[in-house]
């Protein structure tokens, strides 16, 4: 009998696409480790939202989004962060900010863009610190 799977089709499991961004998270989370980050989360489901990592830095919560790329040829990590992208990381923000018990002192959305390939090698890691603000329709009543 032949079938047609439309695009509602899940990929598999072990598809490389979703190796890659695992991948690129857990070099993420050791970067900021490193950095003297707390990782608090990963890949924190709120809703339809998911935040990659949830950190604290000092008494500022960081909500981290990860692009890994195979080259700089694909773009700009702050390119990739587009508006309808923004909005979903404030809605999970404010998601989160809400099961909080105790209110933050202050919090951040960074990017981390992580360069290079599963095997092969060190990856190139860049951190951008404040990448962009919650989208201004959002607001937190505590």
Do not use: C
């Not at 992580?114 to 603000?133: D, L």
Request: proline share 4%.
């Amino acid at each position: 009998m032949w079938r047609w799977f439309g695009p509602w089709r899940r990929r598999p499991a072990g598809a490389a696409h979703l190796r890659a961004g695992a991948w690129g998270e857990a070099q993420a989370e050791r970067f900021l480790r490193r950095q003297g980050y707390g990782i608090l989360g990963r890949r924190v489901q709120l809703g339809r939202d998911e935040l990659d990592l949830v950190a604290r830095q000092a008494a500022t919560l960081v909500f981290v989004e990860v692009k890994t790329r195979a080259s700089e040829d694909f773009g700009r990590p702050r390119d990739a962060v587009k508006s309808a992208k923004r909005h979903s990381l404030s809605r999970a923000a404010i998601r989160y900010l809400k099961r909080l018990r105790a209110r933050p002192d202050a919090f951040r959305f960074d990017v981390v863009e992580v360069i290079g390939r599963v095997g092969g090698g060190a990856p190139r890691i860049r951190h951008i610190e404040n990448a962009f603000t919650l989208e201004p329709h959002y607001r937190i009543f505590w």
